[in-house]
C-alpha cells in the first residue's frame, strides 16, 4: 500500500528557508516517479518538482529554479525538498505524490495528505 507523509511546513519570513520531508512506504523511487507540489488558497495545484523513474532526473518549476533543491535519502525512504529564499508568494499546502508523470498534478495517483508553508513577514 503507498504511503506518503509531508512534514517541515511553517511559518517562516520572505528570504528565509524551509526543508519540506516526504517519508513514502509502499513503492520503490527506482519504479515511481514522485513529485512535489503545491495548492495555494484559491488556486490551483501546480507542479513544483518531480523525480522521474526512468533516469532519476529531477526537474523543477520555473518560478523555484534556483530556490528550491530536491535530494533524496534512499536508505529511509526520504524524499527532502530544500526551499530558499522563500517569497511570499510560495505561500501553500505542498504535497507529494507518486506514480505519475512531470509536473502535472493530474497524471499522479498517490499523495501525501500536506503541509503548510506560509511566508509572511
Known amino acids: 500500500q503507498v504511503q506518503l507523509v509531508e512534514s517541515g511546513g511553517g511559518l517562516v519570513q520572505p528570504g528565509g528557508s524551509l526543508r519540506l520531508s516526504c517519508t513514502y512506504s509502499?513503492?520503490?523511487?527506482?519504479?515511481?516517479?514522485m513529485g512535489w507540489f503545491r495548492q495555494a488558497p484559491g488556486k490551483e495545484r501546480e507542479g513544483v518538482s518531480c523525480?522521474?523513474?526512468?533516469?532519476?532526473?529531477?526537474s523543477y518549476a520555473d518560478s523555484v529554479k534556483g530556490r528550491f533543491t530536491v535530494s533524496r535519502d534512499d536508505a529511509n525512504h526520504i524524499v527532502y525538498l530544500e526551499m530558499n529564499d522563500l517569497k511570499i508568494e510560495d505561500t501553500a499546502v505542498y504535497y507529494c505524490?507518486?506514480?505519475?508523470?512531470?509536473?502535472?498534478?493530474?497524471?499522479?495517483?498517490?499523495w501525501g495528505q500536506g503541509t503548510q508553508v506560509t511566508v509572511s513577514s
Open positions: 523525480i522521474s523513474a526512468h533516469d532519476g532526473g529531477i
Open positions: 509502499g513503492f520503490t523511487l527506482y519504479k515511481n516517479s
Open positions: 505524490a507518486t506514480d505519475g508523470y512531470g509536473l502535472d498534478p493530474w497524471t499522479y495517483d498517490g
